[in-house]
């Protein structure tokens, strides 16, 4: 099955804790992403890696980053969690960069108690 | 850097009727425009999409308009059925491919039997 997936589903934690999403995809695609999607549905881009290069929204804070063993994998780490953190990450990717559509996985449900 | 905004935050229409969604971008540069349908707990589905060089482009029910001297761009549902149902997201490119593309808020669009 070629699709993006996303582990885990879902992840209860508490303030200050450390937290890693993982995201695959087998599609063949050179361009990943990372979206967090807040409780109103609004997407904000946070990440994105094209052809080994990292694009930072600015916007993001630096407690969170992104990591990629090779261009089928680009994880999430949150060092420091906080409650506004509270959302679902979904993670996507595309062939040919950013003038293609996107595949995205599941999402991942981050709850911070 | 870019800006989408979706002018439909709910939509309601019977079956069978038609449904529109409109968004508009700040980008005169930007030429890459597809649309995502997300149903509930899954992640977005590309739906259609349109490039800059074409102002109008068909895929079974789904048209898609391009109006660039507006920068304004549409979504047109024919023949509406219940699945449709469902939060659509638009999102458009900027031309610096350094950037990944940005979406608007959503249109949550309700198809009644």
């Known amino acids: 099955e070629t699709a993006v997936f996303q582990t885990p589903n879902y992840h209860v934690t508490q303030v200050g804790n450390e937290v890693s999403f993982n995201c695959k995809q087998t599609?063949?695609?050179?361009?990943m992403y990372w979206y967090k999607q807040d409780s109103k549905k609004l997407l904000k881009i946070m990440f994105s890696y094209n052809n080994k290069q990292l694009i930072v929204n600015e916007t993001v804070p630096r407690r969170f980053s992104p990591q990629s063993s090779d261009k089928a994998h680009l994880n999430l780490r949150i060092k420091s969690v906080e409650p506004e953190d509270s959302a679902v990450y979904l993670c996507?990717?595309?062939?040919?960069?950013?003038?293609?559509?996107?595949?995205f996985g599941p999402g991942t449900r981050l709850t911070v108690l | 850097g870019e800006k989408v905004e979706q002018h439909e935050s709910t939509l309601s229409v019977r079956e069978g009727d038609s449904a529109v969604i409109n968004c508009t971008y700040t980008d005169t540069a930007s030429s890459y425009f597809p649309w995502y349908k997300q149903e509930a707990g899954k992640g977005l589905h590309f739906v259609i999409d349109i490039r800059s060089n074409v102002d109008r482009k068909q895929s079974q029910r789904l048209i898609v308009l391009l109006d660039k001297k507006a920068k304004r761009f549409s979504l047109h549902i024919t023949a509406t059925q219940p699945e449709d149902s469902a939060i659509y997201f638009c999102a458009a490119s900027p031309s610096n491919n350094n950037n990944a593309p940005r979406f608007g808020a959503g249109t949550k669009l309700t198809v009644k039997p």
């Open positions: 599609l063949g695609h050179d361009t």
């Open positions: 996507a990717s595309s062939l040919g960069g950013y003038y293609a559509e996107q595949f």
